[in-house]
């Protein structure tokens, strides 16, 4: 695992191994602004620190940085962001933006399914190129009779599927990259650890 990999697993988890020395030394603000602006469900997170952290538990400093992570879930790219993970879009935020905004922010929500869509087209993909990479090496590993081989170049069966499956990927690949720089990621995923 990466740095920042690591970073979001303690930050998602918060205090979620119980020991209150890491709670007593918790910027509850930051956590405050992340959970904000990347859970799910933030109330479900506050009591998630309340339960494993106790008394060490700041909420004036949580409620602080959710009020600033909330600027950044109820914009355009926080729309992106949620629909990219399928978290339904945020009626709350809705009722600040005005018409014109609120379009924009749709829009957003339902190209972040989009991108949610194609990474789960792409991971099936993947999926199918491991398979058929072991198919074909299976294949080139066996000798064939001339009535297998007949066969396989009658019914167009000789022919890799991995290119064309890498070709696939390559193209989804694209698209998610191409809707991912519209919009910008939320700072948890650029906290410099």
């Known amino acids: 695992m990466t740095k920042l990999n690591w970073l979001l697993l303690f930050i998602l988890t918060g205090c979620g191994t119980g020991s209150v020395s890491h709670c007593a030394t918790t910027d509850w603000k930051i956590i405050g602004r992340i959970d904000e602006e990347i859970a799910y469900d933030p109330d479900l997170k506050q009591k998630t620190h309340q339960d494993y952290c106790k008394q060490k538990f ?4 949580w409620d602080e940085g959710r009020q600033v992570g909330s ?3 109820c914009s355009k790219d926080g729309a ?3 629909g990219s993970r399928a978290y ?3 009626n709350s935020c809705l009722a600040k933006l005005t018409k ?6 749709q829009k957003a929500h339902q190209e972040g399914l989009k991108a949610h869509q194609l990474w789960d087209r792409i991971s099936s993909l ?4 491991q398979e058929a990479e072991a198919y074909e090496a299976k294949k080139a590993s066996q000798k064939s009779s001339p009535t297998q081989e007949f066969g396989r170049w009658l019914f ?9 499956i890498r070709e696939d990927i390559k193209e989804k690949q694209d698209q998610v ?3 991912e720089a519209l919009y910008k990621a939320p700072y948890a995923l650029e906290y410099p650890y």
């Open 71 to 73: 600027i950044f879930r």
């Open 156 to 164: 167009n069966t000789n022919q890799p599927r991995s290119p064309s």
């Open 177 to 179: 990259d191409a809707l």
């Open 100 to 105: 014109d905004e609120s379009l924009f922010f």
């Open 126 to 129: 993947h999926t199918k190129l």
């Open 58 to 61: 700041n909420k004036e400093l």
């Open 88 to 90: 339904p879009l945020k």
């Open 80 to 82: 992106f962001f949620a």
